[in-house]
C-alpha cells in the first residue's frame, strides 16, 4: 500500500554557534555548567535589560549562507515571536520572520540516481530557550537558563526529500559544511544540532501536498530515519482507515519506536510577530560579504581532489578522512611532521576508528595531536617497536595524548636488539614445543607461526616479529635447539 503514496519531507534545522558568548549578552555558552550559573538580566529576561547583537553570530550566519548558495540578504531584521513557556523567560523569543538573514540556497547531495538539489528556503537568526528538567515524581518542573540566548541559526529547507535516505543524506552534507567552517560543532547529542522534521504523504498521482506534521526530539541520523517511517506509516494507515491526518506537532519516542501528539500546530498569526523594538536593522556592504567570502575554507570536494594529488593515498581513505574536518586537520599535520601519508592513514583507518567505534564516540572527538602521531609513526618505521606495542602504545594515546617516545623510554617498550637474548629465547622455545618443531619439519608452515607467537611472548611482544621468523627459520634448519 505505501507504494501508492509519495512521502514528502522538508526539515527545520536548528544549529547552535561556535561563540564563546550568547546572540545578545555577554554569558558563556558553554556547554554542562552548573544550571542558571551562565545567566545575566538579559537571557533571563529582566525588565529594563537591552540585547546587543554578537557580531560573530552575525559571521557564522552568513558564512553558512554563501556555503549553502543562499541569497545573504543586505538587510536584515529582528522579530519577537511571542509565546508563553516556563523556559523562554522574555515570553518571547527573539528571531527572525520578516527579513531572514539568507534566502533561496541549496545543498546537492548524492543519491543512488545520481545528484539531488535540495532547496534552502531560508536560513534565520535566533535565540534559543532554557531548558525544562522534569523531575521523576512527576509534581515538579525545574527550569534552567544557560541555554536561554544561546546563538542558533534555523534551517529551513525546501519540501524536496522523499525518504530517510535523502534526509540523512542532507544533514551529513550540511553539517559537514557547517564543520569545515567552524561555525558549530553540530553535536546531535548535545543538541548543538536539532532537526523538527515535517512530513505529509499523498498519493502518487497527485501534485497536491497533504497535510503535515512536525516532529521533534530527534538526536540522531537513526532517530530521524525511524521517526520518518514510523510517520509514514501512521499517516498511510490513518488515511486508508478513512481518517485525516491533522497538523500537529509530534514528539518522537525513539525508545518505544513511535510519536505521539504534542499540541497542534501553530500558524505564524498565533505567535503575533511583530519587529524587535529593542534591536536596530542589520545593513551589510558588499565589502564585508567578499571578507566573509574570502574566508571559506577548503571543503570537503576541493581537498579530496588535492589529497588524490598530493599524498597518493587510495579514495576510500581520503574519503573517511576528509567526513571530518578535525580528521583531516590531523592527518594534514602528522603527515607535514612525520613525511609518511599513508602510514599516518593507516593509523586513522584502523586503530583509530576502532577505538571511536567501540567508544561511540565522534572524529571530532579525537584527542591524539599531530606531534604524537608523526611520533609513533617515526618509532615504527624505525623498528623501535613493534607492531604490538605500537597499538598498544596508541590506545594510551587515544585516551590522554602522551608523548610515545617518552611512555615507550618509561615502560621499557623498546624493541630489545639483544642478539643473544633473542637468539636463547629461541633455543628455548623450540626445545619446549617439539610437535611444533616435528610439524614444520613436515611442511606445515603454520607451526612456524605458533613458533614465532611463542617467541614473542617470551620476549613481552618487545622483538621484531620479521626478525624473529627469520631466526626460527635459521635454528630449525641448522637443527640447533640447544644453547
Known amino acids: 500500500m505505501t507504494r501508492e503514496y509519495e512521502t514528502v519531507i522538508g526539515l527545520e534545522v536548528h544549529v547552535e554557534l561556535a561563540t564563546r558568548t550568547k546572540i545578545f549578552c555577554g554569558c558563556s555558552t558553554a556547554f554542562g555548567g552548573r544550571p542558571n550559573s551562565h545567566t545575566c538580566p538579559v537571557c533571563t529576561g529582566m525588565p529594563g535589560a537591552l540585547p546587543v547583537l554578537n557580531r560573530q553570530v552575525l559571521d557564522h550566519a552568513v558564512a553558512v549562507g554563501l556555503a549553502t548558495h543562499c541569497e545573504v540578504m543586505r538587510i536584515c531584521r529582528f522579530d519577537r515571536k511571542n509565546y508563553f513557556y516556563p523556559d523562554n523567560p522574555q515570553n518571547y523569543q527573539i528571531s527572525q520572520l520578516y527579513l531572514p538573514i539568507c534566502r533561496e540556497g541549496y545543498v546537492d547531495i548524492d543519491v543512488p540516481e545520481g545528484v539531488r538539489r535540495i532547496g534552502i528556503h531560508e536560513i534565520h537568526m535566533e535565540e534559543d530557550a532554557g531548558k525544562l528538567i522534569h523531575c521523576e515524581d512527576g509534581k515538579r518542573t525545574l527550569v534552567d537558563y544557560n541555554r536561554s540566548g544561546v546563538p542558533l541559526i534555523e534551517i529551513v529547507t525546501e519540501p524536496d526529500m522523499r525518504n530517510a535516505g535523502e534526509v540523512n543524506a542532507f544533514l551529513d552534507k550540511l553539517r559537514l559544511i557547517i564543520q569545515y567552517l567552524g561555525a ?64 500537529e506537532t509530534r514528539r518522537w519516542d525513539d525508545g518505544a519506536g513511535r510519536s505521539y501528539a504534542m499540541r497542534s500546530k501553530e500558524d505564524v498569526r498565533d505567535y503575533r510577530y511583530f519587529p524587535d523594538p529593542d534591536l536596530p536593522p542589520v545593513h551589510m556592504g558588499q565589502e564585508y560579504l567578499e571578507k566573509i567570502r574570502a574566508q571559506a575554507p577548503e571543503f570537503p570536494a576541493e581537498k579530496m581532489a588535492r589529497y588524490r594529488e598530493e599524498y597518493g593515498i587510495p ?130 608452515e603454520k607451526a612456524l607461526g605458533f613458533l614465532v607467537g611463542q617467541t614473542m611472548k617470551a620476549m613481552g611482544g618487545k622483538a621484531d616479529p620479521v626478525g624473529v621468523s627469520g631466526l626460527l627459520k635459521e635454528l630449525l634448519q641448522n637443527g640447533k635447539t640447544g644453547a
Open 315 to 444: 579514495d576510500y581513505d581520503i574519503r573517511i578522512i576528509t567526513a571530518s574536518k578535525h580528521m583531516a586537520d590531523l592527518f594534514e599535520a602528522a603527515t607535514g611532521i612525520c613525511g609518511q601519508p599513508k602510514k599516518v592513514s593507516n593509523w586513522l583507518m584502523g586503530e583509530t576508528l576502532r577505538l571511536l567505534r567501540e567508544r561511540n564516540m565522534d572524529a571530532q572527538d579525537i584527542r591524539v595531536s599531530p606531534r604524537h602521531l608523526a611520533a609513533l609513526v617515526e618509532l615504527t618505521e624505525k623498528k623501535e617497536i613493534t607492531g604490538s606495542v605500537a597499538k598498544e602504545v596508541f590506545e594510551v594515546m587515544f585516551e590522554s595524548d602522551v608523548d610515545p617516545v617518552k611512555y615507550v623510554a618509561e615502560k621499557g617498550l623498546k624493541t630489545v636488539g639483544d642478539s643473544h637474548l633473542l637468539r636463547s629465547t629461541a633455543q628455548e622455545v623450540i626445545a619446549a614445543n617439539p610437535k611444533s618443531v616435528a610439524d614444520y619439519h613436515s611442511g606445515k
Open 184 to 247: 558549530s560543532d553540530c553535536k546531535l547529542q548535545e543538541g548543538s544540532m536539532r532537526v523538527d522534521v515535517n512530513l505529509s504523504v499523498r498519493k502518487t498521482d497527485t501534485a497536491v501536498l497533504g497535510t503535515r506534521t512536525e516532529m521533534k526530539n530527534l538526536n540522531s541520523f537513526h532517530a530521524v530515519s525511524r521517526a520518518i517511517e514510523g510517520e509514514r506509516d501512521r499517516q498511510i494507515a490513518l488515511l486508508e482507515s478513512g481518517g485525516q491526518v491533522v497538523m
